[in-house]
């Protein structure tokens, strides 16, 4: 069985955000950088059912795992200057 490897855009969509790549871009600078012991899934400006989408994907390592640890990172990473 083949994984499938979803688009950056296709996870915001499925939390709900707008899924172009300036409101992606923007969406991270303004919430990054997360403390570094911060789970993604555990920060103040999801929903409860997204963070739950979040940690129920990661946990899995479901299809969406490999997006949701790009996510994690990029949130995580101090912003360019």
Do not use: C, K
């Not at 069985?1 to 915001?12: G, I």
């Not at 991270?28 to 963070?51: T, V």
Request: zero cysteines.
């Amino acid at each position: 069985m083949e994984s499938t490897v979803h688009p950056f855009s296709d996870l915001f969509a499925q939390l709900g955000l707008p899924d172009d790549n300036t409101s992606i871009q923007q969406f991270i600078a303004a919430h990054s950088p997360l403390p570094n012991d911060m789970r993604l899934e555990e920060a103040p400006f999801w929903s409860p059912a997204q963070a739950q989408l979040l940690r129920e994907e990661r946990l899995d390592d479901a299809d969406w795992a490999m997006v949701v640890d790009r996510l994690n990172v990029a949130l995580h990473a101090s912003p360019n200057p």
